[in-house]
Nanobody, 114 residues
Framework: QVQLVESGGGLVQPGGSLRLACAAS????????MNWYRQAPGKERELVAR????????DYSDSVKGRFTISRDNAKNTLYLRMNAVRPEDSAVYYC???????WGQGTQVIVSS
């Protein structure tokens, strides 16, 4: 079964850290560019970060650059998003996405609040 399953979301205080994971199955993970998106209530889904097949090229939105790090472990078929120095405006449901397959995960919610 082709699927993406996110995990690692939760409640975190401003300035804290969190690591999200996205476990891929049913396709050859290492062949595909991977993205992280997020969607806050009442807002459009936005691209947060993307990574190429090998992990050597990474891009970030201006809103998270310098605070978030996208990475992947092709041996474990897993994508990660390390979130540091989080802010209340980072609160959203975070999704992993495979552009070439138009494949979304179910999302994991992150709430940044004191």
């Amino acid at each position: 079964q082709v699927q993406l399953v996110e995990s690692g979301g939760g409640l975190v205080q401003p300035g804290g850290s969190l690591r999200l994971a996205c476990a891929a199955s049913g396709f050859t993970f290492r062949y595909y560019v991977m993205n992280w998106y997020r969607q806050a209530p009442g807002k459009e889904r936005e691209l947060v970060a993307r990574i190429d097949k090998s992990g050597g090229v990474r891009d970030y939105s201006d809103s998270v650059k310098g605070r978030f790090t996208i990475s992947r472990d092709n041996a474990k078929n897993t994508l990660y998003l390390r979130m540091n120095a989080v802010r209340p405006e980072d609160s959203a449901v975070y999704y992993c996405y495979v552009p070439s397959l138009s494949l979304w995960g179910q999302g994991t919610q992150v709430i940044v609040s004191s």
